[in-house]
T-cell receptor, first 111, second 113 residues
Framework: DVKVTQSSRYLVKRTGEKVFLECVQD?????MFWYRQDPGLGLRLIYF???????EKGDIPEGYSVSREKKERFSLILESASTNQTSMYLC??????????FGPGTRLTVL | GQQLNQSPQSMFIQEGEDVSMNCTSS?????WLWYKQDPGEGPVLLIA?????ELTSNGRLTAQFGITRKDSFLNISASIPSDVGIYFC?????????????FGGGTRVLVKP
C-alpha cells in the first residue's frame, strides 16, 4: 500500500511565524505535490517537485516555498504566516507519469 | 486554475439506490482518476483509468474513460450509508516534468433524511 504521511493533522500558529509542513512517502515516487483546499475553491496546487532538489511553482505559490532534499520528503514552508493561509494542506506523491496518492492533510489555523 | 465540469454538485441517496456522476472537459487527458474524500481527511483514490474507452470496476464502483478522452463517469451501485462523502474526478495530462492534476469541483453525496 502507498503511504503518504504528514507531520501534523492540526496546527495552530500566530501571524508572522515561520511554519514548516512535512510530507513523507515510502514508495520511492519521483513526483510530490503540495495543495491547499478551501471551501468553494477546491484543491489548488501550490508547488510540486519532480526530483530531488527540483521544484516548480503551481497555481498559487505566493507566500510559500518548498524544499526537497531527499526523495521521500517534501516540505512546505510559510515564511511569515498570515491569516489568509488558514486552510487544509494536502500533500500527494506519484510515480513518474501516473496516479497521485494523497496524505491525510494538515488543518492549519493562523491566528 | 482550470477545473473540470463535474455534475451533479450534490445528490441525496437512499440506501440501495444506484448513483451516477460525471466529469467533462474541453481538453483531452491521458488519465482519469476518481477520489473520495471524507470530512477532515485527504482524498482516497478509488479508480484510475488509463485508456480511452476503458471501463473499470472496484467493488460496487464502476468508472469509464470516455472515448473522446474528454469525459468520465463514476457509478455507485446499491449505495450504503458509508458512501456519503465528496467525490472528485481528476484528469492527468502527461508533461515532461511532473504531471499536474486538473480537478472537478466535487460531488457531495448525502443521505436522504
Amino acid at each position: 500500500d502507498v503511504k503518504v504521511t504528514q507531520s501534523s493533522r492540526y496546527l495552530v500558529k500566530r501571524t508572522g511565524e515561520k511554519v514548516f509542513l512535512e510530507c513523507v512517502q515510502d514508495m520511492d515516487h519521483e513526483n510530490m505535490f503540495w495543495y491547499r483546499q478551501d471551501p468553494g475553491l477546491g484543491l489548488r496546487l501550490i508547488y510540486f517537485s519532480y526530483d530531488v532538489k527540483m521544484k516548480e511553482k503551481g497555481d498559487i505559490p505566493e507566500g510559500y516555498s518548498v524544499s526537497r532534499e531527499k526523495k521521500e520528503r517534501f516540505s512546505l514552508i510559510l515564511e511569515s504566516a498570515s491569516t489568509n493561509q488558514t486552510s487544509m494542506y494536502l500533500c500527494a506523491s506519484s510515480p513518474r507519469g501516473d496516479t497521485q496518492y494523497f496524505g491525510p492533510g494538515t488543518r492549519l489555523t493562523v491566528l | 486554475g482550470q477545473q473540470l465540469n463535474q455534475s451533479p454538485q450534490s445528490m441525496f441517496i437512499q440506501e440501495g439506490e444506484d448513483v451516477s456522476m460525471n466529469c467533462t472537459s474541453s481538453s483531452i487527458f491521458n488519465t482519469w482518476l476518481w477520489y473520495k474524500q471524507d470530512p477532515g481527511e485527504g482524498p482516497v483514490l478509488l479508480i484510475a483509468l488509463y485508456k480511452a474507452g476503458e471501463l473499470t470496476s472496484n467493488g460496487r464502483l464502476t468508472a469509464q474513460f470516455g472515448i473522446t478522452r474528454k469525459d468520465s463517469f463514476l457509478n455507485i451501485s446499491a449505495s450504503i450509508p458509508s458512501d456519503v462523502g465528496i467525490y472528485f474526478c481528476a484528469g492527468v495530462l502527461f508533461k515532461a516534468a511532473g504531471n499536474k492534476l486538473t480537478f472537478g469541483g466535487g460531488t457531495r453525496v448525502l443521505v436522504k433524511p
